[in-house]
């Protein structure tokens, strides 16, 4: 998947001062299922261990954020990909995305994986993604706080 180019006023940023944790978080705890129950020190800690992606407005706003948890070498699972809905429709997602799949192949990983709503599933579809294989093969660790966890 090709860098996308913003509409016009839109920047592209993976700076996470720019970004600002609290408003990543922010936009998560109010758009995102997944997130819920969140604390903000736990995305702190989430962010610090991630590459972050986010799609600002012109006054700095943060309009779609991305992140790609990494060990740099073999591995990626993208996660928290989200656009406030006020800014959805203008390809916004698809330029986060698209910016930390680059990273994903100048780092070479191997894999990448990433857990798709319905609705999001085509979209990653058209990004390159397909079902894993043999999911009956991956195993998980359930955290026994999951409104904490950083899932």
């Known amino acids: 998947m090709p860098d996308l180019e913003l509409p016009d006023g839109f920047t592209l940023t993976t700076d996470p001062e720019r970004i600002g944790a609290s408003r990543a978080h922010a936009l998560l705890a109010a758009h995102a299922y997944w997130a819920e129950g969140r604390s903000l020190e736990v995305h702190r800690g989430a962010m610090a261990g991630s590459r972050s992606y986010g799609a600002l407005t012109a006054t700095g706003e943060l309009a779609a954020y991305a992140r790609l948890v990494t060990d740099g070498a073999t591995f990626g699972w993208l996660a928290d990909v989200i656009v406030d809905p ?15 799949l680059a990273d994903v192949e100048q780092l070479g990983l191997k894999r990448v994986l990433l857990r ?32 904490t966890s950083s899932a």
């Open 86 to 100: 006020v800014h959805r429709g203008h390809g916004l997602g698809r330029a986060v995305v698209s910016r930390a």
């Open 116 to 147: 798709a709503s319905d609705e999001g599933r085509r979209i990653y579809e058209r990004a390159g993604f397909t079902p894993v294989p043999e999911p009956g093969s991956w195993l998980q660790l359930q955290a026994s706080t999951p409104a």
